[in-house]
């Protein structure tokens, strides 16, 4: 070992499917001295030719270190992973994908065994990894204390983002921005459907349509200043009623076109309950109102 690396914090990883792999490599790279474990030990070869010490056990691994990084199947797999295993003194920082609950559940579980907890949510895929360019980052919640003490090693793979001390909140970050993603997608999916019998070329569309959703992109700014101040006619530029008079023409285009429109008309439906509640006026964040149970 060089003093370089001497001097900086030792990381247990537990879990090297292709996000876990990604995450070792950038702790490797950056010269931090690297434990490793998985439940497929073949996993663990190319790592050890970089370096890493790999652990016969998921004990062992955790012994070895007091920073303990998770990256799981699911939360059931921490609960088998780590069973009768000793976390006293450990930080552990579970990047495990898993709902708000489950995250909250598992902070106590771990305060229980002694151990302090952050959770993470990974806004990346794992080529993003050890690419600072690339965008990615992971939320963080939990301990604040914690979160500072571990800063710089956690941002060595991606950029970091401290979300609060209720440990679910990282969860829930993630969990709202694939939404808003998979949303996106839906879009998309429509999009392209409608064009796809004609002769158009679909990379001729695509630039069009990602520059469209880039433009349309700074509403969500209006919809959160509305959400805040209670005020949904603030900045209105196309309101309710408008916009759900023009849905008609939408659904009539995707039958014409063969198209089923089952990806646009719960939004739709939304659209027009909130409309007859009277509230032509407003943007469409009322609808955020009619999906709360």
């Not at 360019?133 to 963080?140: L, M």
């Not at 604040?144 to 001390?165: D, K, N, S």
């Not at 939404?179 to 459907?193: I, K, N, Q, R, V």
């Not at 739709?268 to 007859?276: G, I, K, V, Y």
Request: net charge negative; charged share 20%.
């Amino acid at each position: 070992m060089t003093p370089n690396t001497v001097e900086k914090t030792p990381v247990t990883l537990l879990g090297l499917g292709a996000m876990g792999t990604a995450l070792a490599r950038a702790w490797l790279a950056a010269g931090h001295p690297l434990t490793v474990w998985n439940r497929t030990p073949a996993r663990t070869t190319p790592l050890a030719a970089k370096g890493a010490r790999v652990a016969d056990t998921a004990a062992e691994a955790v012994a070895a270190n007091t920073l303990v990084v998770l990256c799981l199947l699911d939360d059931s797999s921490v609960d088998e992973v780590l069973a009768g295993t000793d976390l006293a003194g450990r930080d552990l920082v579970n990047l495990t994908t898993s709902t708000p609950a489950q995250a909250r559940a598992r902070a106590e579980w771990a305060r229980e065994r002694g151990a302090r907890y952050l959770d993470g949510g990974i806004m990346a895929v794992p080529p993003m990894i050890g690419v600072p360019e690339a965008g990615g980052y992971v939320f963080h919640s939990g301990s604040r204390e914690l979160f500072e003490r571990h800063r710089e090693t956690l941002g060595v793979p991606a950029g970091t983002t401290y979300v609060g001390e209720d440990p679910g909140f990282a969860a829930l970050h993630d969990v709202a921005l694939l939404s808003a993603m998979y949303g996106m997608f839906a879009g998309a999916a429509h999009a392209f459907a409608l064009i796809r019998e004609e002769d158009i070329d679909p990379t001729a569309l695509a630039p069009l349509l990602a520059d469209w959703l880039v433009a349309m992109a700074p509403a969500v700014h209006r919809t959160a200043d509305q959400l805040r101040s209670g005020d949904y006619t603030k900045g209105v530029v196309s309101n309710l009623a408008m916009q759900v008079a023009g849905t008609p023409t939408l659904l009539s285009t995707a039958e014409h076109q063969g198209v089923s429109p089952e990806l646009l008309t719960p939004y739709f439906e939304l659209m027009r309950r909130r409309l007859a509640q009277g509230s032509g006026e407003e943007d469409l964040t009322g609808v955020i109102d009619l999906l709360a149970h």
